[in-house]
């Protein structure tokens, strides 16, 4: 008899020979009240720090609660500043770095990118390795090597489960929570990079159904006295994912422990980039992403990128006209056709209309093509855009 590890590997190698050129399903409108800005709009604000759970750390033995001492998981809020133009969609962010390094300060893509347009972004901490948090003994035969398509990079059932369950959780408490800060929970997108993708992609394809509203959850159920904090009785519903070269090792790790598939009809409308030269995350990944999805009929879109490798965040893709658009741009644009969304322009006269080209386009020295005379380009690695001078109304 094969064990459970050999028939999800057959299943998966199935799945990505017979999905892997199934073309992008056209989307289909829906009625929807979502109005946000194309550009940057909005000054903002930030709120750091802002306990969403309580959880285990330090386990001397991670599949024993008594060897472990409790501490408060955080995340950090980006909102627009004109609160009372909300109520406000959401964007949940969820860092990369392996399961090994980052926090809810470096989440990228920049959530302050959404902010400025019109949503309310958490970027959410969970625990790393260095944590050693608790996850269940039955899950500890996982093995991360037997998934398909394999990658350099194999996080452990030690290291990767405490990092999903904080995520959901964090979800969780964002349906608690969201009123306070003037956001909407009928919109709620997903977004992360590497390993943040990789965690959001078990949340993304599971949001809408019941039967796996468990998982990343229930498994610690009367082990984890910490799960009286993490709001169960909320929803982790979402309504679509933006995944910057994810895996799918979470997702695995649950068909491998019930032997279900969790693609289905209710996940959500995913977008996934890959970088074609990607040696730590299998570019194969996205075929096997989009190909199940939309075998089910969920629409997701596989955008891949020649000759980059991982982590490419300043990466462009390349338009039918043969013009190029940053991928924060592209995936903005393609999210909100698919949540249908609709996308404001700027005011007449505003920098950000005389000078739009310097939104969400890669903006380097030593030659500046936009904000010249009053406005001044400002922003980050990823992301510029245009705004007033100091004491000028704000584009």
């Not at 809020?77 to 909300?86: D, I, R």
């Not at 039967?211 to 909320?234: I, K, P, S, V």
Request: with cysteine.
């Amino acid at each position: 008899m094969r064990s459970p590890v050999a028939v999800m590997l057959s299943a998966a190698l199935l799945a990505a020979s017979a999905f892997a050129t199934i073309p992008t399903l056209e989307i289909a409108s829906a009625g929807s009240t979502i109005s946000v800005y194309r550009q940057a709009h909005y000054t903002t604000k930030k709120t750091a720090d802002v306990p969403y759970t309580q959880t285990l750390v330090d386990c001397t033995n991670q599949t024993d609660q008594s060897s472990c001492k409790v501490v408060n998981m955080l995340l950090d809020v980006w909102q627009p500043s004109n609160a009372s133009a909300g109520p406000f969609p959401i964007v949940m962010t969820v860092h990369g770095g392996g399961f090994i390094s980052g926090s809810e300060e470096d989440a990228a893509p920049s959530n302050s990118y959404f902010a400025e347009r019109g949503f309310v972004t958490f970027g959410v901490g969970y625990r790393l390795a260095k944590n050693k948090g608790l996850y269940p003994a039955p899950l500890k035969r996982f093995n991360p090597k037997n998934t398909y398509p394999h990658a350099q990079w194999k996080p452990w059932m030690w290291q990767m489960y405490p990092a999903v369950r904080d995520v959901k959780a964090a979800l969780r408490w964002i349906h608690a929570h969201a009123a306070e800060y003037n956001a909407d929970t009928s919109s709620i997108t997903l977004q992360g990079g590497s390993a943040g993708a990789t965690a959001l992609l078990e949340l993304a394809l599971t949001a809408g159904d019941d039967t796996f509203a468990g998982d990343y959850t229930n498994e610690l159920a009367g082990q984890d006295r910490t799960l009286a904090t993490a709001n169960t009785d909320q929803p982790a519903t979402a309504h679509g994912l933006i995944d910057y070269w994810g895996g799918i090792f979470a997702v695995d790790a649950m068909r491998w422990a019930d032997g279900k598939s969790r693609w289905s009809k209710t996940s959500v409308p995913t977008i996934a980039f890959h970088g074609t030269a990607d040696t730590i995350m299998n570019p194969e990944t996205g075929n096997v992403v989009c190909g199940n999805l939309t075998a089910v009929g969920v629409p997701c879109k596989l955008v891949k990128l020649p000759g980059q490798k991982h982590g490419c965040w300043n990466a462009e893709v390349t338009l039918p006209n043969g013009q190029t658009q940053g991928i924060f741009d592209y995936a903005f644009e393609w999210m909100a056709h698919a949540s249908n969304w609709t996308l404001l322009e700027p005011p007449s006269g505003s920098c950000t209309a005389v000078h739009k080209q310097c939104g969400g386009k890669r903006w380097l020295p030593p030659n500046p093509q936009c904000c010249e005379g009053a406005c001044e380009c400002t922003g980050n690695t990823y992301f510029k855009h245009c705004v007033a001078p100091a004491g000028k109304k704000q584009c």
